[in-house]
């Protein structure tokens, strides 16, 4: 047995069944296992930020990691931005990086990088194999690593020698520890809080946001009069109809500020302090008012659902209102505004679809909605790099099959990884994509005026997208993917009820002002 060969049966016996992978010439011997060792699924993205926020949606849907494989320290370059999208999410995944053979290394050919230094940022876990009979030790620990609560990236950089070298040995699963459990005098603490009445805030990220704790939450703002909010950015939320409809922190910030004036006691839930997505002349950085206690019930490596549950016995509380008859939703087909955009989509939302949300400025406002729709989950681009959005819609189909994936997503954004849409084609995943075109990067706009710039045609030009204009139903279909746009309500409702009736890809490209 060889090393690579070692590597993908230590995977499997560790649960890491799926592959999402765009290899080189140092890979060769990891993709020639694949092809002998029953078991991986193995997926092509065409560009490493492909693979890259495939492997982020997919560990965001199971919980689980993927591998990712990348061509040595340039493929991974590539990919950092949706490992940087991956780490903010707190995703597990295991990014197995090829490199030079040990001893060609010292030589300095063109493709040697420090490889190991790129990864090191946006990794918890950080391995070089340096001999075939490590591979599978390494491999197994790197996944221990990657399944850590709350999730992180591991990196195993495999030199070429390693993989195709005789003498790997398959290594057993290691053990993962469970979260950590939370301390009870932090329960019994934030308890005492809240029973004092003062305007109190219980901030949530991670897994508080799934359903179950979202029900201990609100058990607790009933009980004490506290109010729900949850972090800006988050890696997975659930929502729809019969769950508790809370909202998030908005990125404008004027609006974040007005979220949390007036609250004195800040207990965060799996959240970090928070704080502007910029810095802006002259304004404050830090959400919270400046006379506001922070106390901290679960740090996001803690077991935040188990915490909510301890604190809500804590208090006393009964079971949750019940979830509030919200007026159902109806497509409007009359022309497009921000408004009736959410509207529409939201209606024609399947049961258990799960969102991608790279929306941009127009769509900005559909999560706000989005608890009058079916159930679903939403997943959110967490980082800041622009471009998860399409990868993102390909890794969560795969991991959530039998469920429509809805991917909203700018235009500018799109064309970060627009052969994401390839890999969708290929693998005939059910993911419709509506992207909102109005040709521009718009969101600077805005931007512009929070810094005080002071822009000229020259600078506005650098944000636009126009002359020529992307013909996104042409880019699509080049891309294997079937097409059309729309223009207005009506054309947009009739476009989301085709997509629901088929299999496979569709994009609509949504022409708004």
Same mark, same amino acid.
């Given at each position: 047995?060889?090393?690579?060969?070692?590597? %993908?049966?230590?995977?499997?016996?560790?649960?890491?069944?799926?592959?999402?992978?765009?290899?080189?010439?140092?890979?060769?011997?990891?993709?020639?296992?694949?092809?002998? /060792?029953?078991?991986?699924?193995?997926?092509?993205?065409?560009?490493?930020?492909?693979? @890259?926020? #495939? *492997? =982020?949606?997919?560990?965001?849907?199971?919980?689980?990691?993927?591998?990712?494989?990348?061509?040595?320290?340039?493929?991974?370059?590539?990919?950092?931005?949706?490992?940087?999208?991956?780490?903010?999410?707190?995703?597990?995944?295991?990014?197995?990086?090829?490199?030079?053979?040990?001893?060609?290394?010292?030589?300095?050919?063109?493709?040697?990088?420090? @490889?190991?230094?790129?990864?090191?940022?946006?990794?918890?876990?950080?391995?070089?194999?340096?001999?075939? $009979?490590?591979?599978?030790?390494?491999?197994?620990?790197?996944?221990?690593?990657?399944?850590?609560?709350?999730?992180?990236?591991?990196?195993?950089?495999?030199?070429?020698?390693?993989?195709?070298?005789?003498?790997?040995?398959?290594?057993?699963?290691?053990?993962?520890?469970?979260?950590?459990?939370?301390?009870?005098?932090? %329960?019994?603490?934030? $308890?005492?809080?809240?029973?004092?009445?003062?305007? *109190?805030?219980?901030?949530?990220?991670?897994? $508080?946001?799934?359903?179950?704790?979202?029900?201990?939450? &609100?058990?607790?703002?009933?009980?004490?009069?506290?109010?729900?909010?949850?972090?800006?950015?988050?890696?997975?939320?659930?929502?729809?109809?019969?769950?508790?409809?809370?909202?998030?922190?908005?990125?404008?910030?004027?609006?974040?500020?007005?979220?949390?004036?007036?609250?004195?006691?800040?207990?965060? %839930?799996?959240?970090?302090?928070?704080?502007?997505?910029? #810095?802006?002349?002259?304004?404050?950085?830090?959400?919270?008012?400046?006379?506001?206690?922070?106390?901290?019930?679960?740090?996001?490596?803690?077991?935040?659902? &188990?915490?909510?549950?301890?604190?809500?016995?804590?208090?006393?509380? @009964?079971? &949750?209102?019940? #979830?509030?008859?919200?007026?159902?939703?109806?497509?409007?087909?009359?022309?497009?505004?921000?408004?009736?955009?959410?509207?529409?989509?939201?209606?024609?939302?399947?049961?258990?679809?799960?969102?991608?949300?790279?929306?941009?400025?127009?769509?900005?406002?559909?999560?706000?909605?989005?608890?009058? #729709?079916?159930?679903?989950?939403?997943?959110?681009?967490?980082?800041? &790099?622009?471009?998860?959005?399409?990868?993102?819609?390909?890794?969560?189909?795969?991991?959530?099959?039998?469920?429509?994936?809805?991917?909203?997503?700018? =235009?500018?954004?799109?064309?970060?990884?627009?052969?994401?849409?390839?890999?969708?084609?290929?693998?005939?995943? =059910?993911? @419709?994509? /509506? %992207?909102?075109?109005?040709?521009?990067?718009?969101?600077?706009?805005?931007?512009?005026?929070?810094?005080?710039?002071?822009?000229?045609?020259?600078?506005?030009?650098?944000?636009?997208?126009?002359?020529?204009?992307?013909?996104?139903?042409?880019?699509?279909?080049?891309?294997?993917?079937?097409?059309?746009?729309?223009?207005?309500?009506?054309?947009?409702?009739?476009?989301?009820?085709? *997509?629901?009736?088929?299999?496979?890809?569709?994009?609509?490209?949504?022409?708004?002002?």
């Amino acid at each position: 047995m060889n090393g690579a060969e070692s590597l %993908v049966h230590t995977l499997l016996a560790c649960g890491v069944d799926t592959c999402f992978a765009n290899p080189g010439t140092s890979e060769m011997h990891f993709v020639a296992a694949l092809d002998r /060792i029953p078991g991986m699924r193995s997926v092509l993205g065409l560009f490493e930020g492909v693979v @890259t926020g #495939a *492997a =982020d949606g997919y560990g965001r849907m199971t919980g689980k990691p993927a591998a990712c494989l990348l061509h040595c320290g340039p493929g991974l370059a590539n990919g950092l931005a949706n490992l940087h999208n991956a780490r903010r999410a707190r995703t597990p995944l295991v990014a197995i990086i090829g490199d030079q053979a040990t001893y060609h290394r010292p030589l300095d050919a063109p493709l040697t990088a420090d @490889t190991e230094g790129w990864a090191r940022p946006v990794s918890g876990f950080v391995r070089t194999a340096t001999a075939a $009979a490590e591979v599978g030790r390494c491999a197994a620990a790197a996944v221990q690593a990657a399944r850590a609560a709350p999730g992180q990236i591991a990196s195993l950089i495999l030199p070429a020698d390693t993989a195709w070298d005789e003498g790997g040995i398959v290594a057993a699963p290691l053990p993962v520890p469970p979260p950590a459990a939370v301390d009870p005098g932090a %329960v019994r603490h934030a $308890a005492r809080v809240l029973r004092r009445g003062e305007p *109190a805030m219980l901030l949530l990220g991670g897994a $508080a946001l799934l359903a179950a704790p979202l029900e201990d939450a &609100a058990r607790i703002a009933a009980a004490s009069g506290a109010r729900l909010l949850a972090q800006q950015q988050n890696g997975r939320v659930a929502r729809g109809r019969g769950r508790v409809a809370i909202g998030r922190i908005p990125y404008p910030l004027d609006q974040a500020l007005a979220a949390l004036a007036g609250i004195r006691h800040l207990i965060l %839930v799996g959240a970090t302090p928070p704080v502007s997505f910029f #810095a802006y002349p002259g304004r404050p950085n830090r959400l919270a008012p400046p006379d506001c206690e922070i106390h901290v019930l679960a740090r996001p490596e803690q077991d935040g659902p &188990a915490a909510l549950a301890a604190l809500a016995d804590e208090l006393g509380a @009964t079971a &949750a209102p019940a #979830a509030a008859d919200f007026p159902p939703l109806s497509p409007v087909r009359g022309a497009l505004t921000p408004e009736s955009g959410a509207e529409t989509i939201l209606a024609h939302l399947p049961e258990n679809a799960v969102v991608i949300d790279e929306a941009g400025s127009f769509g900005r406002g559909i999560f706000a909605q989005s608890h009058r #729709a079916a159930p679903h989950d939403w997943l959110q681009l967490t980082g800041g &790099a622009i471009g998860d959005g399409l990868p993102m819609a390909v890794g969560a189909a795969i991991g959530a099959p039998g469920r429509r994936v809805i991917s909203l997503q700018a =235009d500018g954004s799109a064309m970060y990884t627009l052969q994401a849409l390839w890999t969708q084609a290929r693998e005939r995943l =059910d993911v @419709t994509t /509506i %992207v909102f075109a109005n040709r521009r990067y718009a969101i600077l706009f805005g931007e512009l005026a929070n810094v005080g710039a002071n822009p000229g045609p020259r600078a506005l030009g650098m944000m636009s997208l126009d002359d020529p204009d992307l013909d996104w139903v042409k880019l699509a279909g080049g891309m294997g993917v079937e097409a059309a746009a729309a223009e207005d309500g009506a054309r947009l409702s009739d476009l989301l009820a085709y *997509a629901e009736t088929r299999r496979g890809p569709f994009l609509i490209a949504l022409s708004v002002p």
